[in-house]
């Protein structure tokens, strides 16, 4: 009797504000309700009565409707483990959840408390269960959940600056970053936990250095490797809203970032504009975040070109295992709506190439990608 194969799609950052919220699905909803287990990370909170947080640097948000959207779409789980979470207060926050709930989503990586926000579903696929463990990285101040407060479950990152010449005063540093141990502790001790109940446990996290082509920080390694370690069987990076390489490591998969999805120009962001009083793209949060990144200077849209490609990830699991990691390449056009680009078309060959460029210039292994059809498969070893 042959073994029965399923097939889980993900997807990252998704922030739909607009109209016609379905609409930006169009292209891959009849993919994703073919699969069997569809992830996505929302980055925007959900609700129509808006208060500016006082940590809000720039805000997201979108209409409650969007919860039942990306249901109807074919996402099956989301995280909401975002440093936008806590925009807009914690109202907001805990009326997102609900929406999330409520739409018959799985949710992972936040909470009204500490306790909640570390909790995880254990989703049974035709017999293989799946868990989907919850992180972000990225956290303004109080975002993180704690034994009475609501908030995302955190693994952070603690950075240190070492003068390069120590005797020479006001000379350039080197950034080392490494995992909070606290964090480190927690999550290792819920996947060893994951790993006794679940077949396959995998691991999302909102981390990374935005917009900074390439660039992996240490943090990142650290605690995808101990994840791994620990009993990880995949690692779904998001939040940098560009492209960041893949790596295997004892045969498991840490996609670094997924990058956007369905997420619109900041200039479509109506909601957040008007609440903030200023254009995004014109405001001193926007001007700010921009000179991480030199590409800001000749986009022709509102962020950089690169942060348009994008990918979908599609995971083949039989017999209780992973079995098989793919990429999708993806594109996001002017309309914002991705569509999963074919291998005939040239902007494929240009998103291959850029995951090629990207990974090598990490010192990490470009020859794991490997072209088959219209998916690149991940050489994953036997």
């Known amino acids: 009797m042959a073994k029965e194969k399923l097939t889980m799609y993900a997807v990252g950052d998704c922030a739909p504000f607009r109209e016609d919220l379905a609409s930006s699905f169009v292209h891959?909803?009849?993919?994703?309700?073919?699969?069997?287990?569809?992830?996505?990370?929302?980055?925007?909170?959900?609700?129509?009565?808006?208060?500016?947080?006082?940590?809000?640097?720039?805000?997201?948000?979108?209409?409650?409707?969007?919860?039942k959207v990306m249901k109807e779409a074919g996402f099956d789980v989301i995280s909401f483990a975002s440093n936008h979470a806590l925009d807009y207060g914690r109202t907001a926050f805990k009326e997102t959840l609900k929406h999330i709930r409520?739409?018959?989503?799985?949710?992972?990586?936040?909470?009204?408390?500490?306790?909640?926000?570390?909790?995880?579903?254990?989703?049974?696929?035709?017999?293989?269960?799946?868990?989907?463990?919850?992180?972000?990285?990225?956290?303004?101040?109080?975002?993180w959940a704690e034994e009475a407060r609501p908030g995302v479950n955190p693994a952070r990152g603690i950075t240190a600056y070492v003068p390069v010449e120590h005797d020479q005063p006001g000379t350039p540093c080197r950034t080392y970053t490494f995992p909070h141990p606290d964090d480190l502790k927690r999550m290792t001790e819920d996947i060893k936990e994951a790993k006794k109940k679940a077949d396959i446990v995998v691991v999302s996290i909102h981390w990374g250095i935005h917009f900074k082509e390439g660039v992996i920080a240490d943090y990142e390694r650290y605690y995808a490797h101990f994840a791994i370690d620990a009993g990880a069987d995949l690692i779904l990076g998001h939040h940098a809203h560009i492209l960041k390489p893949v790596e295997v490591y004892k045969g498991k998969v840490i996609f670094y970032c997924l990058g956007n999805f369905a997420m619109e120009e900041v200039t479509n962001m109506l909601q957040d504009q008007k609440i903030k009083g200023q254009d995004m793209k014109t405001s001193?949060?926007?001007?700010?975040?921009?000179?991480?990144?030199?590409?800001?200077?000749?986009?022709t849209r509102c962020f950089p070109m690169d942060s348009y490609m994008t990918l979908v990830a599609k995971i083949d699991i039989e017999d209780k295992k992973i079995s098989k990691v793919s990429y999708l390449p993806a594109y996001l056009p002017t309309d914002c709506a991705p569509y999963v680009v074919k291998s005939d078309d040239a902007m494929f060959k240009q998103i291959n190439n850029y995951m090629i460029k990207i990974t090598e210039g990490q010192g990490m292994d470009a020859g794991i990608y490997k072209i088959h059809g219209d998916e690149?498969?991940?050489?994953?070893g036997d």
Do not use: W
Not at 284 to 299: R, V, Y
């Open 102 to 143: 409520e739409a018959g989503l799985y949710l992972t990586g936040a909470g009204e408390n500490e306790e909640i926000a570390r909790q995880y579903p254990i989703i049974d696929v035709k017999g293989t269960k799946v868990a989907v463990l919850g992180y972000s990285s990225i956290l303004p101040q109080g975002f």
């Open 376 to 380: 690149v498969v991940l050489n994953i």
């Open 284 to 299: 001193k949060s926007h001007k700010e975040m921009t000179e991480i990144s030199e590409a800001f200077k000749t986009t």
């Open 28 to 67: 891959v909803r009849d993919m994703f309700n073919e699969g069997d287990l569809v992830f996505g990370q929302l980055e925007s909170v959900l609700s129509d009565k808006l208060e500016l947080s006082s940590c809000t640097r720039m805000g997201c948000s979108s209409r409650p409707e969007v919860a």
